[in-house]
């Protein structure tokens, strides 16, 4: 069995190996490692351990958009019907145009 200073990176023939991966067993140098749970694993290797927590993340992400949209919603039908309560609470005479008259005139129809 040969030695890690021996060895070459996978990824780059003409750099010497550091770290050996612990799911895929390959040989990689520093540049093409990351540290992940106190283990030092390759790209390919380490989007295959996290890919299954960011799709379930994706779920609730749509969820929480969709609680967001309706709530938004909901908040805006509040805001309508507290106008239309406040327009229909003004006196009849104020919208009617009368409200503004003098009393020496008179609305002529």
Request: proline share 3%; glycine share 6%.
């Amino acid at each position: 069995m040969r030695r890690l200073s021996e060895e070459r990176c996978f990824n780059h023939a003409g750099r010497e190996a550091a770290v050996r991966c612990p799911e895929c067993r390959s040989f990689f140098c520093r540049e093409c490692v990351s540290e992940h749970d106190g283990r030092f694993l390759c790209a390919a290797c380490l989007r295959k351990e996290t890919a299954p927590a960011s799709a379930s993340r994706r779920g609730f992400t749509v969820l929480r958009r969709v609680a967001a949209l309706s709530a938004g919603i909901f908040l805006l039908w509040i805001c309508f019907y507290a106008c239309g309560q406040v327009l229909l609470s003004i006196p009849t005479e104020l919208h009617e145009g009368t409200l503004w008259l003098d009393d020496g005139e008179e609305e002529t129809e």
